[in-house]
């Protein structure tokens, strides 16, 4: 069993920045950030895993970049150039294997969530 606790959500102006947290119980071989608005489907945001590159989606690429710190099993998302649009639930996600990086039915460890709200 994996806990997950994430935070460094908060309120910010479009074109500012925030950095998420997510701090794990235990280490796991894939971690990844998610984001979801109410009465959507969760959207996978960004991947990290040990000896492979980064993925990202196709709306934060660029802006946004997924870092892990395997001594802290800590998973961090530096959030640059936010729009309106980057608005969600933000969680991040453990899980041993995926096949699909960003799909969220790969995972089995869910963090409870940090709200990150982008005002225009």
């Known amino acids: 069993q994996v806990q997950l606790v994430e935070s460094g959500g908060g309120s910010v102006q479009a074109g500012g920045s925030l950095r998420l947290s997510c701090t794990a119980s235990?280490?796991?071989?894939?971690m990844a950030w998610f984001r979801q608005i109410p009465g959507r489907e969760r959207e996978g945001v960004a991947h990290i895993a040990r000896n492979d590159s980064p993925l990202y989606s196709d709306s934060v690429r660029g802006r946004f970049t997924i870092s892990r710190d395997y001594f802290k099993d800590t998973l961090y998302l530096q959030m640059n150039s936010l729009t309106p649009d980057d608005t969600a639930m933000y969680y991040c996600?453990?899980?041993?294997?995926?096949?699909?990086?960003?799909?969220?039915?790969?995972?089995?460890?869910w963090g409870q969530g940090t709200q990150v709200t982008v005002s225009a």
């Open positions: 996600a453990a899980a041993k294997y995926v096949d699909r990086p960003l799909s969220p039915g790969e995972y089995t460890y």
């Open positions: 235990a280490s796991s071989t894939n």
